[in-house]
């Protein structure tokens, strides 16, 4: 009999500046509404489908964040407003990134998305360039499309509503759209319950991770890296932060018991990073199984377990059964992801006929079976989101064949890792765990890199930062008398804590460095570092000049775009959109970027364009003029063709200008 182990991981950042009270990402509502919903559904489809659920707390809180306290997100911020009462920068932000999603998979399978699409011409024009073929009917649409693509293909089928709107397909109406708004909100205050649901009645496993989802490993000793890179080059400080690693896990074990109604047996390392000195921290907050990759239980065993040329595992028989690892009267259970299965899930199958691939997936752990001397262990384990946007349809034909055939085969029992541990405790014990993750069986995404190194770096001169005023505080609150002085105090020193964890997480270190890219790169780095500055500006302080500048080398500045035809503007003290649409733009910055803390000017954008007869040049401020131009004598706008050409103005911030 084969023991089929699935866990899904389950897995956002934290996105929020709860400092500034925004949130630039719609992940954690896109994929709530679609992957972590879908999922669940899928699962009552099947209830002989017994399977782990591994949830992030930075997810879980999240959540909450939307239904408990009325969070938001830029993307629905944008999505609410009314399409006619759309500014400029809302039409641009729509262009730039409600097409956000797989094209072949989610936007051409809906002729009205798909005629946005096209119309858009992404990659080929600006949103600029675009904005003038789109009326606001247009950009309505589009506001409901992208959300639309993203509910799951499940919720469609238990609501009709969601179905009439999608079959209507074009010229939406407001209160439509509002509906849509609304029902993603419904569909994540189902996802907790729904999970501790499946909880209760047996099905599913539920797992956590450390709370927002950091590299272990790196918190405990980043020389841990060594063992599988041993030239890497380490950040300044290489020691590790051992409470904050303490922090993470004993918050995800308390809010994970809080939530779901029990304690967590098992934990998904972030990232499947795992190192032996961090497994008694993890016992003592009654964790009692990791997983991690089949390549750190290579790495643990000197390739006794391995893969040949071909891919096919040498002795087998060890690969496909749990371990212990810890220290004596403190180990745990450890399991290991078969590699190829869960890539094959994550990766390949996606271009094959889902009912094939599920035969195929079926086939494979059968010859696993044939291969071993005992009934095998066959972890599956990849995220549970990411993948899908990449099957058609949302892989539901394909996890509906998959789920079908793993929970009726007469050979096939689908576990859940905590149970079958219990059932079959490791006979095995590895006697020492390699410090390694599920990619490559190292830490090169998170750390070595020239930016991976610069961020550790400023994470630990915040942290330091914070330390010595944490010292200073305490003679402060010596002498303070009141109470609510005190409570102040210490409640800024809480959320600069905040920050620092918040800063900590897998994520951030992600884009840096050479090995992954996106297009919201810019905005990774830029939320890494207002994290930091955040914990300064906590405590009253400045931050240093370094974390208004980029760290990854990606980031370059925007340039001016010249006038695309003849404006045709009414000077009448209304600045009226469209009137500007087919203007020149230069945007007023400095060399770091938009994003940049640096101080400049009150001048934000110049527009400029001509008709038969006249220039025309408009000026936006980043507050009303008159209070931006207050103070200013004279308002100066050279030329360099024809060369000495000026326009001045005299006392600009003044009455009737």
């Not at 950042?13 to 949130?23: F, I, R």
């Not at 030239?231 to 303490?246: I, K, M, N, W």
């Not at 609510?484 to 997480?505: F, K, M, P, T, V």
Request: with cysteine; charged share 25%.
């Amino acid at each position: 009999m084969i023991a089929l182990a699935f866990l899904w991981h389950q897995h956002q950042p934290y996105y929020p500046d709860d400092v500034a009270g925004e949130n630039p990402m719609p992940w954690v509502r896109l994929h709530g509404v679609k992957d972590y919903y879908g999922m669940a559904l899928h699962l009552l489809e099947y209830p002989e489908m017994a399977c782990t659920i591994n949830l992030v707390p930075s997810l879980l809180a999240q959540l909450r964040a939307y239904t408990e306290r009325g969070a938001t997100d830029r993307f629905l911020q944008v999505s609410r407003k009314p399409a006619d009462g759309l500014d400029e920068a809302d039409c641009l932000f729509l262009l730039d990134h409600f097409f956000m999603a797989n094209p072949e998979t989610m936007i051409r399978p809906f002729p009205r998305y798909a005629e946005l699409y096209a119309r858009r011409g992404v990659g080929r024009n600006s949103a600029a360039e675009a904005l003038r073929r789109f009326s606001p009917r247009d950009l309505r649409d589009l506001q409901v499309w992208f959300n639309l693509a993203w509910v799951h293909p499940l919720a469609f089928e238990g609501e009709a509503g969601l179905r009439e709107l999608r079959d209507k397909g074009r010229h939406f109406e407001e209160n439509e759209k509002a509906w849509l708004l609304d029902k993603h909100l419904e569909i994540l205050r189902e996802i907790i319950p729904l999970h501790r649901r499946l909880q209760e009645n047996g099905q599913v496993e539920l797992t956590t991770t450390p709370y927002f989802h950091p590299i272990l490993p790196l918190l405990f000793d980043k020389k841990l890296a060594r063992e599988a890179m041993p030239e890497v080059r380490l950040p300044r400080h290489t020691g590790g932060y051992l409470e904050d690693a303490a922090v993470h896990v004993k918050r995800a074990v308390e809010e994970h018991a809080r939530l779901f109604g029990r304690a967590p047996r098992g934990l998904w390392p972030a990232e499947g990073s795992v190192c032996q000195p961090m497994l008694p921290l993890l016992w003592e907050h009654g964790v009692r199984w990791i997983a991690t990759d089949e390549e750190v239980l290579s790495a643990s065993t000197q390739g006794f377990v391995s893969r040949d040329p071909r891919g096919y595992v040498r002795n087998p028989d060890a690969m496909y059964r749990p371990y212990r690892v810890g220290e004596p009267g403190k180990q745990l259970g450890i399991v290991f992801r078969d590699h190829a299965l869960s890539d094959a899930i994550g990766f390949h199958y996606q271009r094959s006929d889902p009912v094939a691939a599920a035969d195929d997936f079926v086939g494979k752990l059968r010859a696993i079976a044939a291969a071993v001397e005992e009934n095998p262990l066959v972890p599956v384990i990849l995220d549970g989101e990411n993948c899908w946007e990449h099957y058609p349809g949302g892989g539901v034909q394909f996890l509906r064949a998959l789920y079908e055939r793993c929970s009726r085969a007469d050979d096939v029992r689908p576990v859940k890792v905590g149970d079958y541990l219990e059932e079959n405790p490791p006979r095995d014990s590895l006697p020492h765990l390699f410090a390694g993750s599920w990619i490559n069986h190292n830490f090169a995404i998170w750390v070595g890199h020239e930016e991976d190194n610069t961020a550790w770096d400023a994470l630990h001169q915040a942290r330091e930062h914070l330390l010595r005023r944490i010292a200073d505080c305490r003679l402060q609150i010596a002498d303070l008398s009141g109470q609510s002085a005190i409570c102040n105090l210490q409640s800024a020193i809480d959320r600069a804590w905040e920050e620092i964890y918040i800063a900590e997480g897998s994520d951030w270190f992600w884009w840096y460095g050479d090995d992954h890219s996106s297009a919201q790169d810019a905005l990774f780095d830029y939320l890494f570092r207002k994290h930091l500055q955040n914990v300064y500006l906590l405590l009253g302080d400045e931050p240093p000049a370094d974390l208004a500048r980029p760290i990854s080398r990606r980031a370059v500045r925007a340039i001016y775009t010249l006038p695309r035809t003849f404006l045709d503007v009414k000077i009448d003290g209304r600045r009226t959109f469209f009137e500007w649409v087919s203007a020149g733009r230069y945007t007023c910055q400095n060399e770091r970027g938009t994003m940049a803390m640096a101080a400049r000017g009150p001048l934000r954008d110049l527009y400029f364009g001509f008709d038969v007869k006249r220039l025309f040049l408009r000026l936006d401020f980043d507050r009303p003029a008159r209070e931006a131009l207050t103070g200013f004598d004279q308002l100066r706008i050279g030329f360099a063709e024809p060369a000495g050409c000026e326009v001045l103005l005299d006392n600009p911030g003044g009455a009737g200008e």
